[in-house]
């Protein structure tokens, strides 16, 4: 009897806890689906939150957010203490070294020339480089330039030692100026036209490689945009799926595609999120029109900063220079003229 008593409990008690969790499952589905519906009602809201629409809402996040990053940048300097008080010693030690007249005054100008000529570079460079693909093109317009009217001049003169001052502002052949220090009138010889066949093609990049280099640097700054804005994106705490859609779009749509452009751009990001730091100084050593792709691909995949910047750095600082000037100085060599018909 106790048994048969039991026997009709135990699907009494099972169905109860069957229907416990089925109400649990219930509870959690309608939770999730209220969140999917929360998330998209804040998606939408987001994408109104522009200038044009809102921009009362847009301004005041916008300096909300600006503080919090300002805070966040004095505290990381607060920390850091030590090194932001030697720095900025230097730069006074470095003021007060500009300002005082002395026999080192030579030398300050000449640093200053310096700086300042590496800065001009430096910011063509960055030019050619940022905004996505529209940037200027500084190397057909300045750099390409420079570098041909040196190489003319060195199979010119026969030399690279171009005296400075006038060089780089003016280029004048040694011959000359050596000529009206004896107070004569010596003009650049056959003679010096003649040497010019011993000025290579490495003395000529070497004279060059200041200006080169500093503007590689620079397209290598130039390319930390899209890596910082899609990192950002990354780390903003929303949800993937949402972060990512301009990014899979652009994936998606090189997969389906069967052009050139298509196939380069899916080369490089599966090359870069496969290969790394070599994958990264590959496409960053070749004139690569698509490096942008490169850059959103290694933010979004939280690359380094150090690696990223630094493969790109020594890809376009050093590799690519070398490629990039030998164009402009082997076209107007005299082997390469006398081969023209």
Known sequence: ??????????????????????????????????????????????????????????????????FIVLNGWIRRLWQQ??????????????????????AHQKYVRLLEK??????????????SSVG?????????????PHIASVTMAAYECG???????????????????????????????????????????????????????MWGAGTAIGELPPYFMARAARLSGTEPEEDCEVFEEILDQAEVGQDFTSRAKLAVQKMVQKVGFFGILACASIPN???????ITCG????????FFGATLIGKAVIKMHIQCCSPVWCPSTDTVQGIP
Not at 200 to 205: A, E, F, K, P, R
Not at 289 to 294: E, K, M
């Open 1 to 66: 009897m106790a048994d048969n008593q039991a026997d009709c409990e135990h699907p009494q008690r099972r169905a109860g806890i069957k229907e416990h969790c089925n109400g649990k499952s219930a509870a959690k589905e309608a939770d999730a689906a209220s969140l999917a519906e929360l998330k998209q009602r804040d998606k939408q809201e987001r994408l109104t939150l522009v200038l044009w629409k809102r921009p009362a809402l847009t301004l005041h996040y916008f300096l909300l957010e600006m």
């Open 81 to 102: 203490r030590g090194t932001v008080f030697a720095f900025l010693l230097l730069i006074f030690l470095l003021f007060i070294a500009y300002y005082i007249e002395g």
């Open 114 to 127: 310096k700086c300042l000529w590496c800065a001009y570079w430096l910011g063509l460079g960055i030019l």
């Open 132 to 144: 996505l693909g529209t940037g200027l093109h500084t190397f057909l317009l300045y750099l390409g």
């Open 159 to 213: 030399s690279v030692d171009f005296p400075e001052p006038p060089y780089p502002d003016q280029i004048i052949c040694p011959q000359l100026v050596m000529g009206k220090s004896s107070g004569g009138t010596e003009e650049p010889s056959s003679a010096g036209g003649a040497a010019g066949d011993v000025v290579s093609l490495w003395t000529i990049i070497s004279k060059v490689r200041l200006e080169a280099c």
């Open 289 to 295: 029109p698509l490096f942008d792709l490169a850059g």
């Open 300 to 307: 979004h995949f939280l690359v380094p900063f150090w690696c």
